[in-house]
């Protein structure tokens, strides 16, 4: 079994920076993708980026254009996301996901086995 668990979200003014973390222990993989998700209420569940844990290849959605930054600690187990100049349009519970191997599919949230509680992140105008 593998839990995630996120951290880093909270209340910030348009314009502002959140970093968020998530942390994975348990059972490890030779070769995962790890992802962020994230979820506005009455909204889908929407593909945020993705980081391949070996070689560290990353992919966004075309929304980010810029703003977001994922990336990896492997000491750790944990991956981050960066998210600058926040919008209020950002504000969802951002979600982090782990597949336990690679696929062009990285966006579909179907394909993820793992999941965090979620962190809210909000952002006012």
């Known amino acids: 079994q593998v839990q995630l668990v996120e951290s880093g979200g909270g209340l910030v003014q348009a314009g502002g920076s959140l970093r968020l973390s998530c942390a994975a222990s348990?059972?490890?993989?030779?070769?995962?993708?790890m992802a962020w998700f994230r979820q506005a209420p009455g909204k889908e569940r929407e593909f945020v980026a993705a980081?391949?844990?070996?070689?560290?290849?990353?992919y966004y959605a075309d929304f980010v254009k810029g703003r977001f930054t994922i990336s990896r600690d492997n000491a750790k187990n944990t991956v981050n996301l960066q998210i600058n100049t926040l919008k209020p349009e950002d504000t969802a519970v951002y979600y982090c996901?782990?597949?336990?191997?690679?696929?062009?599919?990285?966006?579909?949230?179907?394909?993820?086995?793992?999941w965090g509680q979620g962190t809210q992140v909000t952002v006012s105008s």
């Open positions: 996901a782990l597949d336990t191997s690679w696929s062009v599919s990285y966006y579909n949230p179907g394909r993820y086995h793992y």
């Open positions: 348990g059972r490890t993989f030779s070769s995962y993708t």
């Open positions: 980081i391949r844990w070996t070689g560290g290849r990353t």
